[in-house]
């Protein structure tokens, strides 16, 4: 499985969400690592934990200005944000509850889902962001 390479494609335009998108690239290219190369389960409980911390601090800051710039999308929008935290909450539970290691599907589906909300649902919002004055 390859990992998530980051491009302009994936770029909104704005410099922080840009950033926290890198970040969320790393973190899942980590996890993916971890688990294709069989790395201790602690760390790879470590690697979800920081995944969903730093996915509910990026969720914030979209959803904070898509609030202060009334995007019209805003409610779509958090709820697709609210599914995926929910199926990252369902990975972390069953990888540290049930020690269920963390299977390939899984990742595709992290992966996948990852690259079509920024290419699409994202990018939906580029013009009202920079717009707002958000570089």
Not at 50 to 64: A, K, L, P, Q, S
Not at 80 to 97: A, C, G, N, S, T
């Amino acid at each position: 499985m390859e990992k998530i390479q980051w491009s302009e494609a994936l770029s909104v335009g704005v410099n922080e969400i840009d950033e926290q998108h890198r970040k969320l690239v790393d973190i899942i290219n980590n996890l993916l690592d971890a688990t294709v190369l069989g790395i201790d389960s602690d760390i790879v409980s470590d690697i979800i934990s920081r995944m969903v911390d730093y996915i509910d601090y990026h969720f914030g800051t979209e959803e904070t200005y898509m609030t202060r710039f009334r995007y019209p999308e805003l409610v779509s929008h958090r709820n697709e944000h609210r599914v995926f935290i929910r199926k990252v909450f369902e990975l972390r539970k069953q990888h540290v509850q049930d020690k269920q290691d963390l299977s390939l599907d899984v990742l595709t589906f992290l992966m996948n889902w990852f690259r079509r909300h920024i290419t699409e649902t994202d990018a939906a919002y580029r013009h009202c962001f920079l717009e707002n004055g958000l570089r």
